[in-house]
Structures are given as structure tokens and as C-alpha cells.
């Protein structure tokens, strides 16, 4: 099967950046759909940003200006890059693949902005 590895989290001061990463087992050119999700305690499971083989990208409203996805296909690595970071960001984040309509997903990363 396809695994999904995140790294990256921590602590963080509200206003600072992160970079989260996502390696994958396979090229993450071969699949159709990217995407990073976090959940906070007692929230449900939402999307962060998402990006298709057909170019669509998706940022949630909450991080549009402040949160970027990218992917490097020679490291089969997904990023996302977190900036002027807040407490309401403080969640487990999870990189997600989907291929022929199979979803992967890794093991989630803890992000926490706290002073």
C-alpha cells in the first residue's frame, strides 16, 4: 500500500511559521488528488488545502493568504507551508492521496501555536 509519513509539527508562537512535509511511498505524480486536513479536539475533520492532477487548488477560508501548498515530484514530497500562525490552527494536520478512487492517508502531525 501507499504510505503517507507527515513531519514537520510542533510548537509554535501565534505569528509564526511552519513547514509541514509529506513523503510519499510512491510518485505523487501518479495520483489524482492532494490534500492536507487537520482536526482539532472536539472538531470535526476539515480540509486545509487540496490541489488535482487537473490543477485545481483549494484553500480553506480560514488559512487563504497565510497557508501554501506545494509538492516536490523529484523528493515525492507534499508540503505546507504555514505562516503568521494563530492558536485556531492548533490541530493534528494530515496529509492525504487519493488514486483510483483509493484514499491514503499518514499519521497525522501535531501543530500547536501557543505562547
Known amino acids: 500500500q501507499v504510505q503517507l509519513v507527515e513531519s514537520g509539527g510542533g510548537l509554535v508562537q501565534p505569528g509564526g511559521s511552519l513547514r509541514l512535509s509529506c513523503a510519499a511511498s510512491?510518485?505523487?505524480?501518479?495520483?489524482?488528488?492532494l490534500a492536507w486536513y487537520r482536526q482539532a479536539p472536539g472538531k470535526q475533520r476539515e480540509l486545509v488545502a487540496s490541489f488535482t492532477a487537473s490543477g485545481t487548488n483549494t484553500y480553506a477560508e480560514s488559512v487563504k493568504g497565510r497557508f501554501t501548498m506545494s509538492g516536490d515530484s523529484a523528493k515525492n514530497t507534499l508540503y505546507l507551508h504555514m505562516s503568521s500562525l494563530k492558536p485556531e490552527d492548533t490541530a493534528v494536520y494530515y496529509c492525504?492521496?487519493?488514486?483510483?478512487?483509493?484514499?491514503?492517508w499518514g499519521q497525522g502531525t501535531q501543530v500547536t501555536v501557543s505562547s
Open positions: 492525504r492521496a487519493e488514486r483510483q478512487g483509493w484514499h491514503y
Open positions: 510512491a510518485s505523487i505524480n501518479t495520483f489524482f488528488e
